[in-house]
């Protein structure tokens, strides 16, 4: 008897670990995006949501006296958490989105940091070498004894980009060769003597009306405030009160983004650093109404940042627009050592 005790362990503990991860998954649908604690869970890598029930599978599959029930079960796990992954099955068809309309290429790129801590020579090459006919750009900004610090660097831009309209909002700076219609304020706006700080605590989101061959289009340039502050031990109070500001300042941010988009009549492209993943309910709103570009990817896994890791394992800066804009190409550029961030390239072409 004693000896199929070991035996009877291994299924035994496989149900656990199967009925934690079911748990879990349930947990996440209901409170990622709803609670600020959860910011914390979301962090994990998204391909988790595939690795975990693969693994599962697989014991489940070796795991005579389980198998039968089990490997349903796992089966529907692994399904209800693919939509968390991040995958693109859209790179395994064939294809792209095709519009007869104009076209033109959009590049979106956080720069961390412009180019205080990089050759500037060198940084404003690379963005040149893009040549893109809109480039929306974040954290235009200095990081100085632990602190974002506004710069100036509009002489530099206007030489280095001759011909292109600049429209700057905090940390954001959207450069266009269309004409700029107008810079409509996304939230409620601010005083023009606002102070630079406040600016870029508030201001996440610029929007800029520009002209495209007779057509008023909108491109929103966007940069959500991320949830933790790395610095801060996670057994101290600072830590959660952290996460808990961040998360108010990020539904802020998006709850802005979102009704002035939904109230936009000009086609409109949205892109930037979410400091979202795929696996998180914040960008539900935007998903449910608008296009996410990576159906125009050829990436099965389109990662933008990697962190510690040293590896793409989450996409943090997503591309949406709506039905009028169609989305021909979208990729992830090399940033070559500048940011912790690849950019966002891509051509659009509007619908007639």
């Not at 869970?41 to 489940?60: E, I, K, N, T």
């Not at 023009?192 to 057509?215: I, M, N, Y």
Request: include cysteine; charged fraction near 20%.
């Amino acid at each position: 008897m004693d000896s199929a005790r070991p035996r009877s362990l291994g299924p035994r503990s496989l149900v656990a670990v199967t009925a934690c991860w079911g748990v879990f998954l349930l947990l996440d649908r209901l409170l990622s995006g709803r609670w600020w604690f959860w910011l914390i869970p979301d962090l994990a890598p998204p391909l988790l949501f595939l690795a975990v029930p693969v693994l599962l599978l697989a014991l489940a599959v070796v795991t005579r006296p389980s198998r039968r029930w089990l490997v349903p079960v796992v089966v529907a796990l692994l399904l209800a958490g693919l939509p968390r992954t991040g995958l693109n099955p859209a790179a395994l068809l064939p294809g792209r989105d095709r519009a007869p309309g104009p076209a033109f290429t959009v590049f979106s790129w956080n720069t961390e940091y412009w180019d205080t801590t990089d050759d500037p020579d060198a940084f404003y090459r690379y963005l040149r070498s893009r040549d893109a006919d809109v480039y929306l750009l974040q954290e235009y900004l200095a990081w100085v004894q632990e602190t974002p610090t506004r710069i100036d660097r509009l002489d530099r831009i206007r030489q280095e980009f001759p011909g292109y309209r600049v429209a700057v909002l905090g940390e954001l700076v959207t450069l266009s060769r269309f004409p700029v219609l107008a810079t409509p304020a996304v939230g409620a706006a601010l005083p023009a003597d606002t102070p630079w700080e406040v600016t870029f605590a508030r201001k996440k989101v610029l929007r800029t009306d520009v002209d495209v061959h007779g057509r008023a289009v909108s491109l929103y340039n966007v940069h959500i405030p991320v949830q933790v502050d790395t610095r801060q031990s996670v057994f101290g109070g600072d830590f959660y009160r952290t996460v808990r500001a961040a998360d108010a300042a990020r539904r802020e941010q998006y709850t802005a983004l979102e009704s002035d988009a939904a109230a936009n009549h000009h086609p409109l492209l949205i892109a930037g650093d979410f400091n979202t993943t795929p696996a998180m309910g914040d960008l539900s709103g935007l998903r449910a109404r608008f296009r996410d570009a990576r159906s125009a990817s050829g990436d099965l896994y389109p990662g933008s940042w990697g962190g510690l890791l040293g590896s793409d394992l989450w996409r943090l800066d997503w591309a949406f627009t709506d039905r009028r804009v169609a989305v021909e190409r979208y990729s992830f550029a090399d940033q070559r050592g500048m940011s912790d961030h690849r950019g966002q390239q891509l051509r659009v072409a509007l619908r007639p």
